[in-house]
């Protein structure tokens, strides 16, 4: 199982790196990180090596040194990193946040359009990241907004975004 590349500079298991990759940017219940579920919900191509146990014991670990918080939701409790256990991930993971940019949601239309919205750090990052879109030029409304917890142990100060529509008028 080839994984990402890692400088070794943290204390961090390759498990509880590979628990962190998904962690990065947002919160998930214990359910969604067993291992029997995590290349299927998180969509990579590696995973963790933990029995459940193991990641509850992880789990556990992680928070009490700071890495992750945990906090009820809805009927569950859900696993979020902390501005420490991103500061450990950074450097482990070594992110180019400057070309950083995130579909927050696609969707198709009840006109059979598809609709996706984008937020990056540039507008040039942005719209490299739409020119990858397939062909024909979409409709598009642009904004520049204040950065509203992307990824909360991460500021970013301001974001681009764009909401863009393909698909018959």
Request: hydrophobic share 40%.
């Amino acid at each position: 199982m080839l994984q990402p590349f890692r400088t070794n500079k943290t204390w961090l298991t390759d498990d509880q790196l590979i628990l962190l990759d998904v962690l990065f940017d947002g919160a998930a219940a214990f359910r969604l990180l067993r291992g029997k579920a995590f290349r299927g919900q998180w969509n990579l191509g590696y995973s963790h090596t933990l029995d459940d146990d193991q990641l509850q014991c992880n789990l556990r670990w992680l928070c009490e040194h700071g890495v992750l918080d945990e906090e009820r939701f809805r009927d569950e409790t859900v696993f979020r990193m902390t501005a420490a256990g991103g500061a450990f991930w950074s450097q482990e993971r070594c992110p180019v946040w400057k070309r950083y940019c995130t579909q927050q949601h696609y969707t198709t239309t009840l006109r059979n359009r598809t609709m996706i919205t984008v937020l990056a750090v540039s507008a040039q990052v942005r719209d490299d990241f739409l020119a990858l879109w397939p062909l024909n030029p979409a409709r598009r409304r642009t904004a520049t907004i204040a950065d509203h917890g992307l990824i909360e142990w991460h500021p970013f100060g301001q974001l681009f975004g764009v909401f863009s529509i393909k698909g018959d008028s």
